[in-house]
């Protein structure tokens, strides 16, 4: 196949598999720990969470909706998406089990893990190793980066630091069987363009091999809604994003795959900037004016 001007999850798995390939988000309810310090001041879990998905449903439950749901008969094949919260801050020997039921299911090709960098224990990962030896399958672990600059992970409450996904990305990469991925956040408040492609440079040459890209989104009641309420916070325009985007996918190595090129809150839920645009609009518009003018992903990534 020629190199595709961005390498999106459907055309890599298409290509790796011959087949489109699903993701099924599972909540194994367990809360994230950084809510006991306030959270990320962006976060709220419903922003995230698919309507099939009930925690109160058990894991085999929640798998059998989300394939009558959001696959539809479009996918056979799917990884089951430990998306909510922070999955990893449950101890190894409950997330454990969870995982291999997971993983057990015939349809799944793998599991992917969203978690924070410093939640990443040494335990998890050596049992998660074992399971995925003996299965066969496949994992990818993403973590919220958001930002490499230390203001902004400040700003958003993160609490954790750069290095601290640094640190991560090592651990992970120790074992073969493992992806990584990072969530990056494009237009924090006080980072201008060049500190958006300085985060991407130092994540894409740690050898990261997935992206999720998400522009900066005000979801209602969270501490970010009440500083876009002073007005303290500016946010894209539907046109600055996707100019944005054409400067910054050329410095993502054309083997990173992207998963996702925008945020995509519940529209019930959304404050700001609502844009009324389907993700696939912006894909296919990206797409557009790159073929337009020759730009690739990878073009300028070393
Ligand atoms: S670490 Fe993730 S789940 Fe936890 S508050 Fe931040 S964004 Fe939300």
């Avoid at 050596?126 to 990818?140: I, R």
């Avoid at 400040?154 to 651990?171: I, M, P």
């Avoid at 991407?200 to 209602?220: D, E, T």
């Amino acid at each position: 196949m020629k190199q595709p001007h961005i390498r999106t999850f459907s055309y890599h798995y298409r290509e790796k598999y011959g087949q489109p390939i699903g993701k099924i988000a599972v909540d194994i309810g367990h809360p994230c720990p950084n809510r006991e310090k306030g959270g990320c001041i962006f976060c709220r879990s419903a922003s995230f969470t698919p309507a099939y998905l009930l925690k109160t449903d058990n894991i085999t439950a929640q798998i059998a909706k989300g394939k009558k749901s959001p696959l539809k008969g479009r996918f056979k094949n799917y990884f089951t998406y430990f998306q909510q919260e922070t999955a990893t801050a449950m101890a190894a020997e409950k997330l454990l089990p969870i995982c291999d039921l997971a993983l057990r299911d015939s349809d799944c090709i793998g599991i992917i893990i969203s978690t924070r960098p410093d939640y990443i224990e040494n335990e998890f990962l050596s049992g998660l190793a074992s399971l995925l030896e003996s299965t066969k399958k496949e994992c990818l672990i993403e973590l919220g980066v958001q930002s490499a600059h230390e203001k902004s992970l400040t700003f958003l409450n993160r609490n954790h630091s750069f290095e601290d996904v640094r640190s991560a990305v090592q651990r992970i990469r120790q074992y073969k069987v493992f992806e990584t991925g990072a969530h990056l956040i494009f237009g924090i408040p006080g980072e201008n363009e060049d500190d958006m492609i300085a985060t991407v440079q130092k994540v894409c040459g740690m050898g990261i091999n997935a992206i999720k890209l998400h522009h900066l989104q005000v979801v209602r009641d969270t501490p970010l809604h009440d500083m876009y309420v002073r007005r303290e916070v500016r946010l894209f325009s539907f046109e600055e994003y996707c100019q944005l985007l054409l400067k910054i996918l050329p410095f993502i190595p054309a083997e990173v795959t992207i998963h996702r090129l925008c945020a995509t809150s519940h529209p019930d839920i959304l404050v700001a900037p609502r844009w009324n645009i389907l993700a696939a609009t912006l894909s296919k518009k990206l797409m557009g004016k790159m073929t337009e003018n020759g730009i690739y992903q990878g073009d300028k990534s070393y």
